[in-house]
């Protein structure tokens, strides 16, 4: 984790858990592409079909159904980036959002958090 107060810009990885969910998960996918996000890792939460994603998209697949906590720190083992986006798998991000001003202001306080 980077030090807010450094200077260095800050990198945003977008973490969501799939479960049978294709369709869904390919447009959450691309939604978090449109808004600048560094890295999109993707868990396979044990789907009956197993998801599928494009290569520049990180993919691990669980054999068992870890569900949301468990699937979430095993997503969270995965980023190296200094800001993590819990995204659910049958959402998409607004493509209006300015992810370049959020960002700042996480390095401008390093105290503030979202939940």
Same mark, same amino acid.
């Given at each position: 984790?980077?030090?807010?107060? =450094?200077?260095?810009?800050?990198?945003?990885? @977008?973490?969501? #858990?799939?479960?049978?969910? !294709?369709? +869904?998960?390919? $447009?959450?996918?691309?939604?978090?592409?449109?808004?600048?996000? =560094?890295?999109?890792?993707?868990?396979?939460? @044990?789907?009956? #079909?197993?998801?599928?994603? !494009?290569? +520049?998209?990180? $993919?691990?697949?669980?054999?068992?159904?870890?569900?949301?906590?468990?699937?979430?720190?095993?997503?969270?083992?995965?980023?190296?980036?200094?800001?993590?986006?819990?995204?659910?798998?049958?959402?998409?991000?607004?493509?209006?959002?300015?992810?370049?001003?959020?960002?700042?202001?996480?390095?401008?306080?390093?105290?503030?958090?979202?939940?």
């Amino acid at each position: 984790m980077k030090d807010c107060s =450094s200077g260095t810009a800050l990198k945003l990885d @977008a973490l969501i #858990i799939c479960f049978n969910r !294709q369709t +869904e998960v390919d $447009l959450a996918i691309e939604s978090c592409k449109t808004v600048g996000v =560094s890295q999109i890792h993707v868990l396979d939460n @044990a789907s009956e #079909i197993p998801i599928t994603v !494009q290569p +520049e998209t990180c $993919l691990i697949r669980s054999n068992e159904n870890l569900g949301p906590c468990k699937g979430r720190n095993a997503l969270v083992l995965e980023s190296s980036a200094d800001l993590l986006l819990f995204l659910d798998d049958d959402a998409v991000l607004d493509p209006n959002i300015d992810i370049t001003s959020l960002i700042d202001e996480f390095a401008a306080n390093q105290n503030l958090s979202v939940i």
